[in-house]
């Protein structure tokens, strides 16, 4: 994890420690082969693509106590998984992302200047 890097090629950043977010629950959308579900993309959630993933079978947004999950907002930053942020994009849904907090995996399923064009930073 000490070496992970963003899809800027510099270290990751930290995505999102309220509400709690990772694959590992640290913070940081950081992977391994553990992490089948590639939870590597920092997005700024927005209702629209809660709306979309809750139709697709992936509620965020309701809280999920036994595994310490608040549910997630409008606003909220969070680790998607990478196939989930393209569907997404696909859709015309996709949430703006976080580039700094956005892992290098990320770029195996979507390419870098179509993460630019989703930026918070735009």
């Not at 890097?5 to 694959?23: A, D, H, R, Y």
């Not at 809280?63 to 409008?74: D, I, V």
Request: charged share 20%.
């Amino acid at each position: 994890m000490m070496d992970a890097k963003n899809v800027l090629g510099e270290k990751l950043q930290i995505c999102c420690t309220s509400p709690m977010t990772g694959f590992r629950r640290d913070g940081m959308c950081d992977t391994d082969g553990t992490d089948m579900g590639v939870h590597v993309v920092c997005a700024r959630v927005t209702e629209e693509f809660l709306s979309y993933t809750k139709s697709r079978g992936n509620d965020l947004t309701t809280p999920a106590p036994h595994y310490n999950f608040p549910g997630l907002k409008p606003g909220d930053c969070w680790c998607l998984c990478a196939s989930r942020w393209k569907e997404a994009l696909n859709a015309g849904v996709a949430p703006s992302v976080v580039l700094a907090s956005t892992h290098e995996k990320a770029l195996e399923y979507v390419a870098l200047e179509v993460l630019q064009e989703y930026s918070v930073e735009n």
